[in-house]
Structures are given as structure tokens and as C-alpha cells.
């Protein structure tokens, strides 16, 4: 079955420091990628949806400058956590939808990356 | 606006025990429900999913049912295994935008033998 990818599934770098977190669809092309975002006990949410190709449309709140989606190829998307805080960690999760995947529930999620700011 | 709420884990069971998690959502309109199940260490995989009320959604011995009138899409399985142990997520997509999911905060099931 389609496979994402995620990579680093943890990181922990200095406040101040950029971190980028990479999402790989391995046997499918995403056309559209998504990137999730939980924090402790509480619900993922949705962050932002990327075409590829195109700019990322980012949810109300989410700061567009502090994360920087990249969706340059069908295969990859990046979510770089720039200039990170203590309050950017977080537990980060992508998921993919191919082309001719079924619109209802066919995506395929990564196994998600926990960031730690110190 | 849409969300889903569902019960907090842990939850512990012995192998072969009777399993329900409940999950409730608020939505307007009518979505779609799915529940995902995340393995140690993999990303999150879809389970079952119910597209319009009193659909029944089934999958590895796993059910739910989507009742409107109770907003609610609990999941069951008559006889839980010491592989079910995972974190399980409800979740909805909104009917005009099937892209945008809103997830649960997902519950921790332990199996013991």
C-alpha cells in the first residue's frame, strides 16, 4: 500500500535554530500534502494543505512565516519550524493524497515527528 | 464549529475483554467519520470509516456506527488482542471540504495477555 515517509521522528535543537522536517510519499505521487500538528493531550490540527507546485494554504492562526511549507516535487513536502521556540514543540504529522486515491479517508499519514526546543 | 471529542486513555483491557472507545463529534451539516489507529513507531492508518448515518463501518474485527441522532461514532471489537495496542483517532471531514479533517485526541489502548 502507499507509504509516507517522515523524517527526522525526533528532534531536539536550540531555541533560535531552524528545524526541517521532511515528508516523502514513497510509492504514490501526493498531489496534495498536509501537515498536522499536536500537542500534548490534545487533538492534532491541521496546520496547513499543500498543492504541489503552488503555495500552501495555512489555517487561521498558524504563522506562515514562523513555518515554511515547501511542496516542490510530487514525492516531497517540508515543514521547516523556523527561528523555534519552547512553544513550537510539538508533535509534527504529515499525510499525503495521491492522485486517484479516494477523496474519503484515502490518505496516507506519516509516523509523525516530536520536536523539542530548549 | 466541527469537532470531535473522544474519551481519554489510557485504557487497559486483558486479551479477549470487550472494547468500546466513544467518540462524539459536532458538525454542521453532514460529514464523514473515520477512525485511524497508530502502531508504536508507525504513522497513522485509516481503520473504518462511515460516510452517511447508519452506516456501519468494519474492519479487522472493529466496528462503528454512525448515529446523527446521538452524534457519535463510538468504535467496538467483541475481543481485543494483545496486537490492538495502539492509540486510536477519531476523526471527521467536513462535507464541503473533505481535505480538512478534525481529529480527536486519540486514546491509548493496552492489551495485556
Known amino acids: 500500500g502507499a507509504v509516507v515517509s517522515q523524517h527526522p521522528s525526533w528532534v531536539i535543537c536550540k531555541s533560535g535554530t531552524s528545524v526541517k522536517i521532511e515528508c516523502r510519499s514513497l510509492?504514490?505521487?501526493?498531489?496534495?500534502m498536509f501537515w498536522y500538528r499536536q500537542f500534548p493531550k490534545q487533538s492534532l490540527m491541521l496546520m496547513a494543505t499543500?498543492?504541489?507546485?503552488?503555495?500552501?494554504?495555512?489555517e487561521q492562526g498558524v504563522e506562515k512565516d514562523k513555518f515554511l511549507i515547501n511542496h516542490a516535487s510530487l514525492t516531497l513536502s517540508t515543514l521547516t519550524v523556523t527561528s523555534a521556540h519552547p512553544e513550537d514543540s510539538s508533535f509534527y504529522i504529515c499525510?499525503?493524497?495521491?492522485?486517484?486515491?479516494?477523496?474519503?479517508?484515502?490518505?496516507?499519514f506519516g509516523s509523525g515527528t516530536r520536536l523539542t526546543v530548549v | 464549529g466541527d469537532s470531535v471529542t473522544q474519551m481519554e486513555g489510557p485504557v487497559t483491557l486483558s486479551e479477549e475483554a470487550f472494547l468500546t472507545i466513544n467518540c462524539t463529534y459536532t458538525?454542521?451539516?453532514?460529514?464523514?467519520l473515520f477512525w485511524y489507529v497508530q502502531y508504536p513507531g508507525e504513522g497513522l492508518q485509516l481503520l473504518l470509516k462511515?460516510?452517511?448515518?447508519?452506516d456501519k463501518g468494519s474492519n479487522k474485527g472493529f466496528e462503528a456506527t454512525y448515529r446523527k441522532e446521538t452524534t457519535s461514532f463510538h468504535l467496538e471489537k467483541g475481543s481485543v488482542q494483545v496486537s490492538d495496542s495502539a492509540v486510536y483517532f477519531c476523526?471527521?471531514?467536513?462535507?464541503?471540504?473533505?481535505?480538512?479533517?478534525?481529529f480527536g485526541s486519540g486514546t491509548k489502548l493496552n492489551v495485556k495477555p
Open positions: 510509492d504514490f505521487q501526493a498531489t496534495t
Open positions: 458538525a454542521t451539516g453532514y460529514p464523514s
Open positions: 499543500s498543492n504541489e507546485g503552488s503555495k500552501a494554504t495555512y
Open positions: 476523526a471527521l471531514s467536513d462535507e464541503y471540504n473533505f481535505n480538512k479533517f478534525y
Open positions: 499525510s499525503a493524497r495521491g492522485t486517484g486515491i479516494d477523496l474519503v479517508g484515502g490518505y496516507t
Open positions: 462511515a460516510t452517511k448515518a447508519d
